[in-house]
């Protein structure tokens, strides 16, 4: 059943304007076996159901926000991008109604043209796809708004003057196609590049909370940086990261440039094996807290017919278990460094025949001479070495360890920051 619509939402949705009519007003009309006029059907854009009310939380789930949404497919709405990143989580509700749907996530993102497109839990299969004529500034267009007793108008705009209208709110022209969608600063956007970013969607949304460490900030060169020097509570130490796996390099360049490791933990320890970071969920996490199963909400492909291999040293990617991970993906942002111990010849040729590795030369001298992690090898990706320090991380792996399993360390060792050193 409807319900009249909260004030909170009709100030949200308020259009400024010198002029308003109803949304019938300039509808054709036919009449009735009575000789009644009747209204025809309304125009999707100009119809209630076309847009909906996006209200945004914390994770306490207080609210923190509004904006509005319009469709732009069955289940696909395109709404401001800077007034949804930062929230935690958000729901939608129609104009008219109470009754909220969530947001499932996002599927596309633009910083120019500052949209986002979300997937809904508010299906609407009659959504009209873009007109394909641009806007001219001699064009008439329209914006709707709901009052509190759920009322749709339908109120005019002149194109060529700053578009007045609440931001995420539709624009259509008078047959009632939609022609854009407006921002936060109260500009168009026009549908040819909301349908762009539509081409551009992903299959799988990504949560509303990932935004937040999305930027459209350009990331220094690769060719410009020499290492990182990585400072914990318990030293400091540099790595290296290896070009020819570009997509993991260029990925820690760009959560290094946006402080993404600063005040991680340290959350996982192996002894003589390995030490572990980058989990997002750490940043804030109580001594019985669970953590380590966050990274920066994304993950990345395994490498095959790997160059590097697990020598100690080593920095690689971490990834989940294969409950939580069917797709067998490394983590956009958790990685180890392997400071295992030398195996002997014996060792490895076990390793090989019961895990169905092969070892190279290089691995064996390695293996034998240095230490390392060879069961690791093909299974997770290298993508660059310690280059000093190296006994900073032997200590880090001698710390005491508690937790449900054992491998977390009982003090907190946390990684201050991680900077890049430049050529």
Not at 74 to 103: F, M, N, Q
Not at 184 to 201: F, H, K
């Amino acid at each position: 059943m409807k319900r009249s619509m909260p004030i909170v939402k009709a100030a949200i949705l308020l259009v400024v304007s010198t002029l308003l009519m109803s949304s019938c007003s300039n509808d054709k009309t036919n009449t009735n076996a009575n000789n009644q006029p009747r209204q025809t059907r309304n125009f999707y854009a100009q119809d209630a159901a076309s847009q909906l009310v996006v209200t945004l939380f914390d994770p306490t789930g207080g609210k923190i926000g509004n904006t509005i949404a319009t469709y732009v497919d069955g289940d696909i709405v395109c709404a401001p991008l800077s007034a949804v990143r930062g929230a935690h989580h958000a729901k939608v509700s129609t104009l008219t109604e109470t009754d909220t749907y969530p947001v499932y996530g996002f599927t596309a993102f633009d910083f120019r043209t500052d949209m986002v497109l979300l997937r809904v839990g508010k299906r609407n299969n009659s959504f009209s796809r873009s007109y394909p004529t641009p806007i001219s500034p001699a064009d008439t267009i329209f914006g709707i708004n709901a009052n509190t007793e759920g009322k749709i108008f339908r109120t005019m705009l002149k194109y060529g003057d700053k578009v007045t209208i609440a931001p995420g709110a539709a624009a259509f022209d008078n047959a009632g196609r939609l022609r854009g969608v407006a921002n936060v600063n109260g500009d168009l956007v026009p549908m040819r590049d909301i349908d762009s970013l539509t081409a551009r969607q992903t299959a799988q949304h990504a949560s509303v909370y990932d935004l937040r460490l999305k930027t459209g900030r350009k990331y220094i060169s690769y060719t410009k940086v020499a290492g990182f020097l990585v400072k914990t509570t318990m030293g400091n130490f540099k790595i290296r990261l290896f070009d020819d796996v570009p997509e993991y390099r260029d990925n820690f360049i760009k959560l290094v440039s946006d402080h993404y490791y600063d005040s991680l933990l340290v959350h996982r320890v192996l002894p003589s094996f390995l030490i572990q970071t980058g989990a997002a969920d750490t940043k804030y996490a109580k001594a019985d807290d669970v953590i380590g199963w966050q990274g920066p909400g994304y993950t990345l492909p395994i490498i095959e017919n790997q160059k590097h291999f697990h020598k100690r040293t080593a920095v690689a990617a971490s990834k989940l278990p294969p409950d939580r991970n069917p797709q067998n993906r490394c983590d956009g942002g958790q990685f180890y460094i392997v400071c295992g111990r030398k195996f002997t010849p014996a060792e490895l040729d076990k390793i090989a025949r019961e895990e169905h590795k092969t070892f190279s030369p290089a691995q064996r001298q390695a293996y034998t001479t240095v230490g390392g992690a060879p069961h690791l090898d093909g299974d997770y990706v290298v993508f660059g070495e310690v280059t000093q320090g190296m006994d900073v991380v032997d200590e880090i792996s001698r710390v005491e360890l508690t937790g449900d399993k054992g491998d977390r360390p009982l003090r907190n060792v946390r990684v201050l920051s991680i900077s890049m050193i430049l050529k």
